[in-house]
């Protein structure tokens, strides 16, 4: 019983420095976001859709070395760093999608609208991203980031 609840408190500390470090990087993102649409011509649909792309992908390299570094450092890379890096990116774009869905599905499937007027956009969105968040730790801490073993320190 004792070994189960330091494994729980072990996953909650791990948890929370993964939602801080996704705190810190979606913030940077945004920020990017920002500055690649100053430094894009214009301000039209397309070049939108490239700051935000380019912010994006920017993020996922900062997540995946914030994570690698604060996170999950004392875990090993399941595959090597490119493997690793791939299998996070395509968590994060799973992320992405499930964040997406939950969001509009909260929004317009639930009386958001009704109860916070104004906010119901940004509020279905901060609690669609902390859902997708539970599911992208999951994911990562499963497939990108395995637990060290014993034997694994004979290596």
């Known amino acids: 019983m004792e070994v189960e609840s330091t494994r729980l408190s072990e996953h909650a500390s791990t948890y929370l420095r993964y939602l801080f470090v996704g705190a810190v990087v979606g913030v940077l993102t945004i920020l990017l976001r920002e500055l690649f649409a100053f430094m894009l011509p214009a301000d039209t649909p397309a070049y939108y859709a490239l700051s935000v792309v380019m912010a994006y ?3 996922i390299i900062c997540s995946y070395y914030g994570h690698r570094n604060v996170t999950f450092s004392a875990r090993e890379l399941v595959s090597g760093h490119v493997g690793a ?3 996070f990116s395509l968590i994060a774009i799973a992320g992405l999608l499930a964040t997406t869905i ?3 599905s909260i929004r317009y499937g ?3 609208e009704r109860l916070l007027g104004e906010y ?3 509020s279905a969105f901060a609690l669609a ?3 997708a968040s539970v599911l992208t730790y999951s994911l990562n801490s499963t497939f990108t980031f395995k ?3 014993d034997s694994s ?3």
Do not use: I, K, N, Y
């Open 57 to 59: 992908a920017v993020g």
């Open 85 to 87: 890096f791939t299998r």
């Open 102 to 104: 939950m969001s509009m």
């Open 110 to 112: 639930l009386p958001v």
């Open 120 to 122: 119901a956009g940004g």
């Open 129 to 131: 991203t902390f859902l």
């Open 147 to 149: 637990e060290q073993t």
């Open 153 to 155: 320190d004979h290596h």
